[in-house]
């Protein structure tokens, strides 16, 4: 059965930041190959470094901090108005696109209204893949206004200013959205996502992500050896 699927992620190749918007980019090349409709709907970032048209893909979200390493204090003013064009930016891509599925992957430094909207435009039919605890994370807004780091004299003021913009900027926690269908990534994710986020264990399931084995050498092993060499790299 051909579906049509809605991708929404924080980031996407090539402009991505590690190996989660890499398996994204993957899973959607592979949903495609097995016949599925796939629109795939992501930030801005990094958009202008683009010179190649791409298909299916439309980058017209905004995150919560642009640059995703110093946060400017002047996100904040910007946070409704993002929020906004947000909706509208979900809204017409489920109008347009009319998906059968729809399927999130990376939320962190993206507002949750995001994946809200489409939970409320698609309900029952919004998939989280889980490999990190967004759901559980602060938003960008919040860490740095209440980050305590830093000399007293730079830090006291900006938590009291802190004070005054949040309650513009705070909405619903984000682990107070749906999560109908929540993909883990391991077994340990699905116990984080029930112990921290608390999220219902009977709507968590678990699917590792697979890999490009083609990519790889594979070499048979020693006909004889008493011991296995493993070299394990990640988080």
Known sequence: MMMRILVISNYFPPVELGGWDQLTRDVSQRLQERGHEVLVLTSNYRQAELTTPEANVLRTLHLESPDHVHYHPGYAL?????EAENRVAVQEAVRTFNPDVVYVNGMWNMSHNVVQTAEQLCP???????????????????????????????SLPKRMLGKLLLPFIHTTPRNQLDFRLVLCVSAFMLEQMVARAGLP???????????????????????S??????????R
């Open 78 to 82: 910007a946070h409704r108005r993002h």
């Open 225 to 234: 050896t008493d011991t296995l060499r493993l070299l394990y790299a990640g």
């Open 201 to 223: 264990r009977e709507r968590l399931r678990v699917v590792h992500n697979g890999i490009e084995l083609d990519k790889f050498t594979i070499r048979p092993l020693p006909t």
């Open 124 to 154: 029952g039919r919004v998939v989280y893949y889980m490999a990190s605890y967004w759901p559980a994370e602060p938003d960008a807004h919040t860490s740095y206004w209440t980050d305590a780091s830093g000399k007293w004299w730079t």
